[in-house]
């Protein structure tokens, strides 16, 4: 499996990756008020997870996308770079889970073998 995985939330009307609105390991909150209450919980750097987003109890449900990241594929932690290395991509069998406080609300399993990024869909 990849070594480091890495989530990604934005608002969908936002351009994919721009970094200075969307939560993610690098900004685990954002400057956008139309982000306010979604943080990033955790980012698990030793291993493909689990990382935990979460929205709080006053954040309006709807309009965000999430994603997934294959960050690195080795045990050093380097970023990947898919033109340099062909490993680096999902081996299949990832999966993503969303909770809300009574449990288990819906899953996605990646099922693919090839890419770094994954659009998991909107919450």
């Excluded at 045990?75 to 770079?81: A, N, P, S, T, Y």
């Excluded at 290395?85 to 899953?107: I, K, M, N, P, Q």
């Amino acid at each position: 499996r990849p070594y480091d995985l890495d989530m990604w939330a934005f608002k969908e009307d936002k351009t994919l990756l721009d970094k200075t609105t969307a939560v993610y390991w690098g900004q685990v909150t954002s400057p956008d008020p139309a982000m306010a209450g979604v943080t990033l919980d955790r980012d698990w750097v030793r291993s493909y997870g689990p990382e935990s987003l979460s929205l709080d109890a006053n954040t309006p449900v709807g309009g965000y996308t999430i994603i997934i990241n294959v960050y690195s594929d080795n045990l050093e932690g380097g970023k990947c770079d898919p033109r340099v290395d062909g490993t680096c991509a999902f081996r299949s069998g990832e999966l993503v889970e969303f909770y809300d406080e009574f449990g288990l609300l819906a899953d996605s399993v990646y099922s693919l073998r090839v890419g770094t990024w994954w659009v998991v869909g909107t919450a």
